[in-house]
């Protein structure tokens, strides 16, 4: 299976704060990656696919890059409604594969 | 509206079986990919198993053997029969839709989850 590995685990910030979250995978998956947000208590949502295209209804302060092996998900300005969890998922692979997650929390 | 609604969670002793269900409305489940994705107490997601649409499944080694995923296009729902239960099986089982996003597989639709606690 490919494993996913986030950095970092979680991270305190402010609002207003740049915020970049890191996602490896243990081989390479090309552009395969995407992104999901998840609030206490609330199912997941996706955030990105194919590593850098927004879901609809995403605001652009959300941004992803990245391919091969390393992507990042970045949130160039956060708000207070961006405190949650947030996974990486590769769809590389039939064997779907989450990353372990990063918490956003306020600082 | 699409939308995912699931059941049939609960507190079940190790080595029993249960079935969740997940109700679909707005699209037919015949013609999507649709998985099941769990996620044990304080613990990061972890895919468990799909559906395609031509009927074929694959499911995640953690529960290959004792866990099945079937569809119902009358009843327009996905199930998730899960024998042999084990503690480690604890968790809050989300049903999802897969859906192409240009060249991958992205789950975007989700339910609001059902809760499964196995222990004695």
């Known amino acids: 299976d490919i494993q996913m590995t986030q950095s970092p685990s979680s991270l305190s910030a402010s609002v207003g704060d740049r915020v970049t979250i890191t996602c490896r995978a243990s081989?390479?998956?090309?552009?395969?990656l995407n992104w999901y947000q998840q609030k206490p208590g609330k199912a997941p949502e996706l955030l990105i696919y194919a590593t850098s295209t927004l879901q609809n209804g995403v605001p652009s302060r959300f941004s992803g890059s990245g391919s091969g092996t390393d992507f990042t998900l970045t949130i160039s300005s956060l708000q207070p409604e961006d405190f949650a969890t947030y996974y990486c998922q590769q769809s590389y692979s039939t064997l779907w594969t989450f990353g372990q997650g990063t918490k956003v929390e306020i600082k | 509206e699409v939308q995912l609604v699931e059941s049939g969670g609960g507190l079940i002793q190790p080595g029993g079986s249960l079935r969740l269900s997940c109700a679909a409305s707005g699209f037919a489940v015949s013609g999507s990919y649709m998985s099941w994705v769990r996620q044990a107490p304080g613990k990061g997601l972890e895919w468990v198993s799909v559906i395609y649409s031509g009927g074929t499944t694959l499911h995640a080694d953690s529960v290959k053997g004792r866990f099945t995923i079937s569809r119902d296009s009358s009843e327009n729902a996905v199930y998730l029969q899960m024998n042999s239960l084990r503690d480690e099986d604890t968790a809050v089982y989300y049903c999802?839709?897969?859906?192409?996003?240009?060249?991958?597989?992205?789950?975007?639709?989700w339910g609001q989850g059902t809760m499964v606690t196995v222990s004695s």
């Open positions: 999802a839709k897969v859906s192409r996003k240009y060249y991958l597989d992205a789950f975007d639709i």
């Open positions: 081989q390479s998956i090309s552009s395969y």
